[in-house]
């Protein structure tokens, strides 16, 4: 099964030791498979405030577990990132 062919594409920090520029392509062209596809795609990243402008939904977690899920307008809080 190709990358394309996943039913959920899962992409690991595909933005570490990019420059700004090139981070933002990346997660566009995350947001085009997604929508131009109609697919669900989990990425994995520490940038906040990258995940925060890019993601329909978010999920954190701490030790393996998940401590909070949802919107990104929902769910990001400082309680959340006091944890």
Do not use: Q
Not at 14 to 31: A, G, I, N, W, Y
Not at 32 to 47: C, E, M, P, Q, Y
């Amino acid at each position: 099964m190709g990358f394309y062919s996943a039913v959920w594409p899962l992409i690991d920090e595909p933005t570490t030791f990019l420059d700004p520029k090139h981070e933002v392509e990346v997660m566009s062209l995350c947001r085009r498979l997604a929508s131009d596809k109609g697919k669900t795609v989990i990425v994995t990243l520490h940038n906040l405030e990258m995940a925060v402008k890019t993601s329909d939904a978010m999920i954190f977690m701490k030790m393996g577990k998940v401590v909070a899920s949802g919107k990104p307008d929902e769910v990001l809080n400082a309680d959340l990132l006091e944890r």
